[in-house]
């Protein structure tokens, strides 16, 4: 293993992409002969996470990372940012299972198994009805095909993202979940309810989100409407 970190993983490589990418497959495949009577119990240690900063995006840094998307990644960010979906949620979303009409989509893989239903802003129904295609897969690669069953890290949409990333000159380490950050903090800025987004956003605990409370300076609600297509507050609108 420790050669094998060597050879795949970067020097600085953090606690999560250690385990993402080197401790969680090891352990699989030694669970599974196990199972089969080939060897102990794997007893791997997990490199604990240091609580760091969550990072978000504000409506202007999404707006010019929206600029500098290409025309297939456009709609997807969109979509992540319109409902904290995460990436793997909106890659195996069907067209069956979106209703345009109504505003609303089904997410059936989810990361804790349960069905969940997400809300639509305007600006994610617009953008959804300018696409294309209405059959299969929501969303497709340049070449029109569904993106690959891989994992949910951004693997399948990586070369467009860094592009995009790079063109915009926002933070490097913006990844696709930070969408799914960003969604949250705009949540809770707009509502001010963790048992709502907690629901709303699929997660197992209100503990979970508590983190987005205050998370985003203040200033921005009107921005975040303006975004989403919603309709701003009488005070807002002042």
Same mark, same amino acid.
Not at 65 to 82: D, E, N, Q, T, V
Not at 198 to 226: D, F, N, T
């Given at each position: 293993?420790? !050669?094998? !970190?060597?050879?795949?993983?970067?020097?600085?490589? %953090?606690?999560?992409? &250690?385990?993402r990418n080197l401790i969680t497959p090891l352990r699989a495949v030694l669970r599974h002969? /196990?199972?089969? %009577? +080939?060897?102990?119990?794997?007893?791997?240690?997990?490199?604990?996470?240091?609580?760091?900063?969550?990072?978000?995006?504000?409506?202007?840094?999404? *707006?010019?990372?929206?600029?500098?998307? =290409?025309?297939? #990644?456009?709609?997807?960010?969109?979509?992540?940012?319109?409902? @904290?979906?995460?990436?793997?949620?909106?890659?195996?979303?069907?067209?069956?299972?979106?209703?345009? $009409? @109504?505003?609303?989509?089904?997410? +059936?893989? $989810?990361?804790?198994?349960?069905?969940?239903?997400?809300?639509?802003?305007?600006?994610?129904? &617009?953008?959804?009805?300018?696409?294309?295609? !209405?059959? =299969?897969?929501?969303? #497709?690669?340049?070449?029109?095909?569904?993106?690959?069953?891989?994992? =949910?890290?951004?693997?399948?949409?990586?070369?467009? +993202?860094?592009?995009?990333?790079?063109?915009?000159?926002?933070?490097?380490?913006? $990844?696709?979940?930070?969408?799914? /950050?960003?969604?949250?903090? +705009? /949540?809770?800025? #707009? /509502? !001010?309810?963790?048992?709502?987004?907690?629901?709303?956003? %699929?997660?197992?605990? &209100?503990?979970? &989100? *508590?983190?987005?409370?205050?998370?985003l300076p203040a200033g921005h609600e009107r921005a975040i409407r303006e975004f989403l297509?919603?309709?701003?507050s009488k005070m807002e609108a002042a």
């Amino acid at each position: 293993m420790t !050669r094998l !970190r060597r050879a795949i993983l970067r020097p600085n490589s %953090g606690p999560s992409t &250690v385990t993402r990418n080197l401790i969680t497959p090891l352990r699989a495949v030694l669970r599974h002969a /196990h199972r089969r %009577g +080939w060897c102990d119990a794997p007893l791997l240690d997990t490199p604990r996470s240091p609580h760091g900063r969550t990072l978000l995006m504000v409506p202007a840094e999404t *707006e010019q990372l929206l600029a500098s998307a =290409g025309p297939h #990644l456009r709609p997807l960010i969109i979509f992540l940012l319109g409902t @904290g979906a995460r990436l793997s949620e909106a890659l195996y979303l069907d067209w069956r299972d979106v209703d345009l $009409t @109504g505003a609303r989509a089904i997410f +059936w893989k $989810t990361k804790n198994g349960k069905r969940r239903n997400a809300i639509l802003p305007t600006r994610v129904v &617009v953008a959804l009805a300018n696409l294309p295609h !209405r059959d =299969g897969a929501v969303f #497709l690669r340049p070449d029109g095909q569904p993106y690959d069953d891989r994992d =949910g890290y951004g693997g399948q949409v990586k070369t467009a +993202w860094k592009g995009a990333i790079r063109r915009s000159g926002l933070n490097p380490e913006f $990844t696709p979940h930070t969408c799914r /950050h960003t969604w949250a903090s +705009w /949540h809770y800025a #707009l /509502h !001010r309810d963790l048992l709502r987004l907690k629901q709303e956003g %699929g997660w197992s605990s &209100v503990m979970l &989100v *508590e983190r987005y409370a205050h998370l985003l300076p203040a200033g921005h609600e009107r921005a975040i409407r303006e975004f989403l297509g919603l309709t701003m507050s009488k005070m807002e609108a002042a």
